[in-house]
């Protein structure tokens, strides 16, 4: 059956039979190779260079969650692209920020957005965030192999619980794990900078405004002490990526609004390097 | 053993096209209809959770009437098929021209193979361009001939009885509540000539709205914004609440008797299946 339905033109088989509403399912099935995580490598000595993308932050306020990263990518220590995106919107209340391998990050970001669509679209719902927040693990387990190569995917997770009514973070690591941010977190190599910074600022009755100031000055301190992780380009007018998801979903800052912050942040730096400064005692 | 009767295959043909037809006509009709945002879906079904009309792809409507269990085998297939090609190319490659083709293709196969029963479909694939111009409709009956469509089409039952109707009365750029209220008449015109009333809990309508922000443009209308459109009527002398969906369908009224004759080039040749 399956031989012969190609040449009249009719759906495959696979298409129409009935199964799971994942697209990765019925992906693994019916075209094994177009999975990111499925294809063999050959055997490598040492790591593949290729660019990186660097520092993602996150932040929860009463009401969402904001979701930023900074927009340099390096290979070694060339700088290897100055805007790229490494956040995206996975669906209109969740949004994923990638650090790793920016070619498999971006190809994983696409799948995994592709994955939430599909089951929406076959199940007339969407995923629990639990939900997605798991699917997500799946693939970034599906990647270890190449994570074992140097082609690791570190993403973070964030979004709006409809059924919780907030904002929530989760984090992974190479092999998977999963695990929930409370108030604020981070990813990539400038992620220990900028949660200093965070750790320092956060509270817990923080505003929508205040939040978005916050992950643009924890991308600033990233960007200050590691030099994989990109600050403010004034000069050429690239800004991070800001990102919010409240109850009426996923919104990216303009470029204005974002420039607006980032030169305020700047304005303050020129006269006080470090930053804001938290009370001693 | 005996031999089995010769049946020719024309006999063979028209019994099977009369099988599918007959199952399709015991559901009810729905129609899908241009207007001056893009395309709305409008069918009566009682139930809230088992859909006729459904997103395929971004810019993508389904809608089907028949039985259940193979138009939605059909609509996941679909959706399979536009998310796979979507995700090999890109997503501008999904188009409903080759989503239709595909289509076609099974219900054509599986009409013409005596190891299988005619699929009791009838579908209707849709995509809204970036201009009324760019719009398309494809009705794709039972036995897998295609058909493009302009303006308005009904599928199902009686099907042909509201086609006339709307093919009278629908007119390029309507807005979203006129069409609404087209397909609402023309859906309550009964067999017989007469009416009745069907209340707005039982309607089904989504719309694909080229208008919309988002990539995807597909979105059902339920609830409140529903009662408001049906209501866009009475409400025209208080234009109070004016948001951009619910404009002036007064005018439209008399200009809907004058535009019948321009309406009628637009009038599609009616498809081959049809009795």
Known sequence: ?????????????????????????????????????????????????????????????????????????????????????????????SAVGIAGTAGLAVEMVKLFQLELEHFEKVEGAQLSLEGKANRLSTMIRSNLAMAMQGLAVVPLFAGWDVDRERGRIFSYDVTGGRSEELGYASTGSGSIFARGAMKKLYHEELTEQQATTLVIQALYDAADDDSATGGPDVARRIYPIVTVITEDGFRRLTDDESSEIARAILERRLSQPDGPRAALL | MSTPFYVSPQQAMADRAEYARKGIARGRSLVVLQYADGIVFVGENPSRALHKFSEIYDRIGFAAAGKYNEYENLRIGGVRYADLRGYTYDRDDVTARGLA?????????????????????????????????????????HDG?????????????????????????????????????????????????????????????????RTRPQQRKFKRIVGRQLARLLEADGAASTPTDAPSDTEEPDGGETATDTSADTAKPDAEPSGDDKE
């Open chain 1, 1 to 93: 059956m399956e031989a012969n339905t190609r040449s009249t033109g009719r759906l495959p088989a696979a298409f129409l039979t009935p199964g799971s509403s994942s697209f990765m399912d019925f992906l693994s099935h019916h075209s094994p190779d177009m999975l990111p995580g499925k294809r063999s490598l050959p055997p490598l000595q040492g790591a593949i260079e290729a660019p990186h993308g660097t520092t993602i932050v996150a932040v929860t306020f009463p009401g969402g969650v904001v979701l930023a990263g900074d927009r340099r990518a390096t290979m070694g220590n060339m700088i290897a692209q100055r805007d790229i995106e490494k956040v995206f919107p996975a669906d209109e209340y």
């Open chain 2, 145 to 209: 001939s295609i058909v493009d469509e302009h303006g308005s089409v009904a599928v199902g039952g009686s099907s042909e009885q509201i086609s006339t109707y709307l093919d009278q009365r629908h007119r390029d750029g309507m807005s979203l509540a006129e069409a609404l209220k087209l397909a609402v008449q023309a859906l309550s015109r009964d067999t017989n000539g007469g009416e009745r009333e069907i209340p707005a809990e039982r309607l089904e309508v989504a719309v694909l709205d």
């Open chain 2, 101 to 141: 083709n595909v289509y076609a293709q099974t219900l054509g196969t599986i009409f013409s193979s005596a190891a299988e029963k005619p699929y009791e479909v009838e579908l209707v694939v849709a995509e809204v361009g970036a201009t009324a111009d760019g719009d398309q409709i494809y009705r794709l009956p």
